[in-house]
């Protein structure tokens, strides 16, 4: 009872944030920008938002794809086919059960190519690691160019971060997590027997495995070629996004990175980006001139276009991933598919 609380908490929680966020922004909003809109939604150009759909689509098949080098350097061989439609499943499950998709994406490959679940985690974990890094990257690089455009909404963050320094709270969390480190450390090396203890030590080792595996793997070239195309794709499908609408069409990259790393930071914070995601953008573009109304909306057409689409190709990938599975060789042999 107690562990079905909390894992309603942890889904309850940050999306009455998102929905608080919304309902909080269209209240404010006055007849005429309710009315500007609902019209905006209505004259957008979806073609614009279905070249997105595709990218976004291409993005996620790119990123089975380089998951596929990983279970290489460890010995693994995996269809790219499978290697997708665990990774549609994973996001699928994100949109019900926050942090629940990796667990997913990793049982599914487990399931069907006899990789063991911890290995498999551990490579989607290393990988999660990797993609923060390069967001981190490209928000620093991003306010840095645009500095001068973001420096007053820096400074607003900046004071709201030494706030949070100044607070007694921050600082009693901070020493407990220093503590936890050799705590954790102890208890560890005490109870390693322990089958709760024992599972976690198995994680551990697969994350670090997973780690290991990017350093050695023979097409390391190749990971970092699909690490590029990934996020390239991802800032292209934000960008295209942009042309949905006459007031966005004509802004310049600066505004497109801007957006973008707002509504990714949001999706991190809010399970699926529901209601947070629009509102950062919305944000985001103000700070360029857009009307708070237009930036709502764009918001809302390109967080439903990749939301549909995972969606869509989650539910065909739980679907369709034990039949193609059923009666492939490979599954029982571990002969790479060609």
């Known amino acids: 009872m107690k562990k079905a609380l909390v894992q309603f908490l942890k889904l309850a929680i940050p999306i009455s944030l998102g929905i608080y966020l919304v309902v909080t922004i269209y209240k404010d909003l006055d007849n005429e920008q309710r009315e500007a809109l609902f019209y905006s939604f209505e004259k957008a150009n979806y073609l614009w938002v279905a070249l997105a759909f595709v990218m976004g689509l291409l993005s996620h098949y790119i990123r089975g ?55 498999s985690f551990g490579t989607i974990l290393s990988e999660r690691a990797l993609d923060f890094i390069v967001l981190l990257s490209i928000t620093g690089i991003t306010v840095i160019l645009q500095f001068a455009v973001l420096e007053s909404f820096v400074n607003q963050m900046g004071e709201k971060v ?39 030590a198995e994680l551990v080792n697969g994350l670090a495995e997973g780690l290991r595996s990017i350093l050695r793997m023979e097409k390391g070239w190749l990971y970092v070629l699909a690490t590029m195309a990934i996020w390239v794709l991802y800032i292209g499908m934000f960008w295209v996004g942009f042309f949905a609408l006459e007031e966005t069409s004509a802004l310049p990259i600066s505004a497109v990175f801007a957006g973008f790393v707002l509504g990714s930071f949001a999706v991190v914070l809010v399970p ?67």
């Open 272 to 338: 699926g980006g529901i209601g947070a995601f629009p509102v950062a953008i919305m944000q985001g573009l103000i700070i360029y001139g857009i009307a708070g109304e237009i930036g709502f909306a764009l918001g809302w057409i390109i967080w439903f276009s990749q939301t549909l689409m995972i969606v869509v190709f989650g539910g065909l990938s739980m679907i369709y991933m034990p039949i193609y599975n059923k009666n492939l060789s490979h599954v029982a042999t571990g002969i790479p598919e060609t």
């Open 65 to 119: 794809y380089r998951w596929k080098f990983q279970m290489e350097a460890m010995g693994y061989q995996t269809s790219s086919l499978n290697n997708f439609m665990a990774v549609m499943i994973g996001y699928i499950v994100n949109l019900i059960l926050p942090r629940v998709g990796e667990v997913s994406r990793a049982a599914s490959i487990t399931k069907y190519e006899k990789i063991p679940f911890q290995k």
């Open 162 to 200: 030494l706030e949070k320094l100044n607070s007694p709270l921050f600082w009693i969390l901070a020493v407990l997590a220093v503590l936890a480190i050799p705590i954790s450390l102890f208890v560890f090396r005490r109870y390693r027997s322990n089958s709760f203890i024992s599972k976690i």
